[in-house]
């Protein structure tokens, strides 16, 4: 079994920052890549951005220049720092992580989610 564990979520005023950190432990033989997605509610989940393995990023169009996601292969672990706060990024915030095992099958788990709230 894989687990992913989320955590730095919390309240924070517009304009201001917060750093997520996502580890995955348990049965991993590697892992391919590591990503966060939000979902607001009422609204679909949404990838906010994502990170391979060889390090390649990509950051959704509504949050590039403000957030940026790095990982720490060592630790199994993604981060994601996020500047300049705006409401409309308050969501429940996931991690996901393409962990693969010694046979060499791909699977996606999921953390259970942090809360970012942003007050205007």
């Known amino acids: 079994q894989v687990q992913v564990v989320e955590s730095g979520g919390g309240l924070v005023q517009a304009g201001g920052s917060l750093r997520l950190s996502c580890a995955a432990s348990?049965?991993?033989?590697?892992?391919?890549?590591m990503g966060w997605y939000r979902q607001a509610p009422g609204k679909q989940r949404e990838l906010v951005a994502t990170?391979?393995?060889?390090?390649?990023?990509n950051h959704a169009d509504s949050v590039k220049g403000r957030f940026t996601i790095s990982r720490d292969g060592a630790k199994s672990a993604v981060y994601l720092q996020m500047n300049s706060l705006k409401p409309e990024d308050t969501a429940v915030y996931c991690c996901?992580?393409?962990?693969?095992?010694?046979?060499?099958?791909?699977?996606?788990?999921w953390g259970q989610g942090t809360q970012v709230t942003v007050s205007s």
């Open positions: 996901s992580a393409v962990v693969a095992d010694v046979a060499g099958r791909y699977s996606i788990y």
């Open positions: 348990g049965s991993i033989f590697s892992i391919n890549a």
């Open positions: 990170i391979t393995s060889g390090g390649n990023t």
